[in-house]
């Protein structure tokens, strides 16, 4: 049988592949370097060769996590105003509660990394928000200040910052109760139901009336949360019952 090789980047990003699912089962600490080369089919050796550290890994996992990412790409060509800010809410929370499509499985694993880390020493987590936050939020930010701006948010008096980070936080607990498969949390209605009151909180809790977030929800650039085709940006599974 002919053995395929791997140029650098193919074999890094196979040891990534079969890295990630050994991290999110045990942990980082409780994977072994052995395990890691062996679910790879390479020696330690050469796993060290293209990864000297684990912060080194990390960053290879962050990295591909985020290539090509449709949402990143969507989201860095909105401009800031009041409908981007509640579609990047609605869309932050769709994603968290919901998953998107054949994505789904993806954001359970890297949830199940990020609770690790925390329960660790939170090094991937740090790695990942930071990415995530050099990505996200400048737009959050510039979005929000447009909405105070045009009177449609009322201001909070505090780090703009600290309003993404808190409103993140909401989406991704509903997550992290649903973890084990029936969401831990007895939260009632559908996920869809779910979903727009969660919205609707962090909305209201940035500020926003019932009345802007319904006249933004109405324009179309507030559609980054909205169903698309089934390789769209907001594509999504369907509810459970």
Known sequence: MAVTRLDSDGRRRAIVQ???????????????????????????????????????????????????????????????????????????????VKGCGSEHDELLTRLRLILHSFLEDGEYARELFE??????????EASLAAAIASGEAAPSGGAAANVFWFSQHVAIMIAFAALPGDSSVPYQGSLDEIVETASTFILRGLGMSDTAIAAATRNPQSSLDRPASPDGLASSKSAAD
Do not use: N, W
């Not at 994977?31 to 890994?57: N, V």
């Not at 990412?69 to 800031?80: C, G, H, T, V, Y």
């Open 131 to 140: 990415t995530m936050c050099g990505r996200v939020s400048p737009l959050f």
């Open 18 to 96: 079969a890295a990630v699912p050994l991290f999110a089962r045990a942990g980082f600490a409780g994977t072994t370097t052995r395990e890691l080369a062996e679910a790879a089919g390479i020696s330690e050796a050469l796993l060290f060769r293209h990864f000297p550290s684990k912060q080194s890994l990390y960053r290879e996992i962050l990295r591909l996590g985020c290539e090509g990412d449709p949402a990143l790409e969507k989201i860095a060509s909105l401009q800031p105003s009041t409908e981007t800010l509640v579609g990047m809410v609605r869309f932050m929370v769709r994603h968290f």
